[in-house]
């Protein structure tokens, strides 16, 4: 047995036969040749690394719709956790916003929370739900839930179609900071010049019912006055003040209610935090209008505050505090008595004018409705040149000593933000942001000594 094949029989116990192929030693390691010329082995070895190429191909896609799967609903969680935050934000902005009209008041601060909610982006829809409700146990408190139907962008190609995202928040009205309230007189003051749009108008009436309805009758009276002069002839359609005037007094052209000259209203409400629409205080907000019809109107600031001063300190009640709340949304053009033409000194004017009704005890608080970086000349050295958010400022007066300040940049949303929270007597919202009536609210509550609203959670 060297070199050829050998077939032996041999028999097993069962009695078979069976051959075997024996070959010699020297050939023991050679290759088996096929009539091709190919190998038997070699077949083998092809065969099996095709298949493992298969096996190796068919694992790789299926890690690769695992993988993406896994990224697909991280870029759907991330999507869901940044609806979140602003839900969670409008919950909070909506919050504050309704809980001043509590505890009288929940269809007012359902409205105004769902305004709120409406300007941070969660508007009706079909996918977003909102509730305002007054907490059961505290009728002061406004629990808002926003709710809303996450579509999903990935999640859909393995099972998920949307993500369900829900925030809430509650705030309260705040209340009284004192144990015996002083009696408060105050003066609204409200810019009507031809910039205010009328959506800018509507904004101004809602503002000033919200803080109507803020207010305590019982302590807090009011007066209306009005940037420019109201007409001395037409009467302000629905029975309002706004308009009729029996007296020739120059400074009462400025004022709008109470007519005839009387002393503030305390009628504006018909219980609490709901407002008696026949009071004439209510009635001339409602229809108050911008004057695009008189071209002579420009943004004086000083003499409407010179009148509001005036109207103080003859109709206001002895003891009482004296106030008023300077919402203008541009920087002071005029000075009086002409009324046409550009004053380069209608910002010291103006400032001059908050200073003289600052010395006679009476507490400002001003109000640069979208103001910006609205120029603002001076030639007078202690108040240099700046814009008008600079001269609003330095027209409000300090709290505790403490003179408010121009600090954020009021041309920008975090800007904003932070000026209308930093507690001083200036605020600067702007406009389209449904921001006015929660400021005005504040600082109706700033001047009466009340505490704003806050969030409870």
């Known amino acids: 047995m060297n070199s050829q094949w050998t077939k032996a029989a041999v028999r097993g116990q069962s009695g078979q036969v069976r051959h075997m192929e024996l070959h010699g030693s020297d050939e023991a390691t050679g290759p088996t040749s096929g009539t091709d010329g190919s190998t038997r082995d070699g077949r083998r070895v092809g065969r099996l690394r095709r298949d493992e190429g298969g096996f190796v191909l068919v694992w790789t896609a299926l890690f690769i719709i695992v993988l993406l799967g896994f990224a697909a609903l991280a870029v759907d969680l991330g999507h869901s956790y940044y609806v979140g935050q602003r839900a969670q934000n409008a919950a909070d902005a909506a919050a504050l916003a309704g809980a001043p009209y509590l505890p009288g008041d929940l269809a007012g601060a359902q409205g105004a929370a769902r305004d709120m909610a409406e300007a941070n982006g969660f508007g009706a829809d079909k996918d977003i739900t909102i509730s305002a409700d007054q907490d059961p146990t ?57 910039s205010m749009s009328d959506d800018d108008i509507d904004d101004l009436r809602t503002a000033s019912r919200a803080l109507l309805q803020s207010l305590d009758p019982a302590t807090d009276h009011v007066a209306l006055a009005a940037l420019g002069q109201s007409s001395t002839t037409t009467q302000c359609p629905g029975g309002g003040a706004y308009g009729v005037k029996t007296t020739a007094a120059t400074n009462m052209s400025w004022m709008i209610a109470p007519s005839p000259g009387m002393a503030p209203l305390a009628d504006y409400q018909q219980s609490t935090g709901v407002l008696d629409e026949n009071s004439q205080i209510v009635k001339s907000i409602d229809c108050i209008t911008a004057a695009r019809s008189q071209s002579s109107v420009g943004t004086d600031l000083g003499d409407p ?91 409000a007066s300090p709290i505790n000593g403490v003179a408010a300040a121009d600090d954020n940049d009021c041309n920008t949303a975090a800007g904003q933000q932070a000026e209308d929270t930093d507690g001083d007597n200036f605020f600067c919202p702007a406009k389209g942001s449904n921001d006015l009536a929660s400021v005005f609210v504040t600082a109706g509550q700033q001047l009466t000594g009340t505490s704003p609203p806050r969030l409870i959670k």
């Not at 505290?138 to 179609?161: E, K």
């Open 305 to 395: 505050l010179a009148a509001a001063e005036a109207y103080l300190d003859t109709y206001a009640r002895p003891g009482a505090q004296k106030d008023i709340l300077f919402m203008t949304d541009g920087a002071a053009n005029r000075t009086a008595p002409d009324q046409t033409t550009d004053q380069s000194n209608a910002c010291d004017y103006a400032n001059g004018k908050a200073t003289t009704a600052k010395a006679d005890s009476i507490n400002i608080v001003t109000v640069g409705f979208g103001v910006g970086h609205a120029p603002c000349d001076s030639h007078d050295p202690t108040f240099p040149s700046a814009n008008a958010t600079k001269l609003l400022a330095s027209m």
């Open 138 to 194: 505290d009728p002061a408190q406004l629990i808002v839930t926003i709710h809303q139907n996450v579509a999903t962008l990935f999640g859909r190609a393995i099972g998920f179609s949307s993500m369900d995202v829900s925030k809430s928040a509650t705030a309260t009205a705040g209340g009284s900071a004192q144990a015996t309230a002083t009696p408060v007189d105050m003066v609204i003051v409200l810019d009507r010049t031809g």
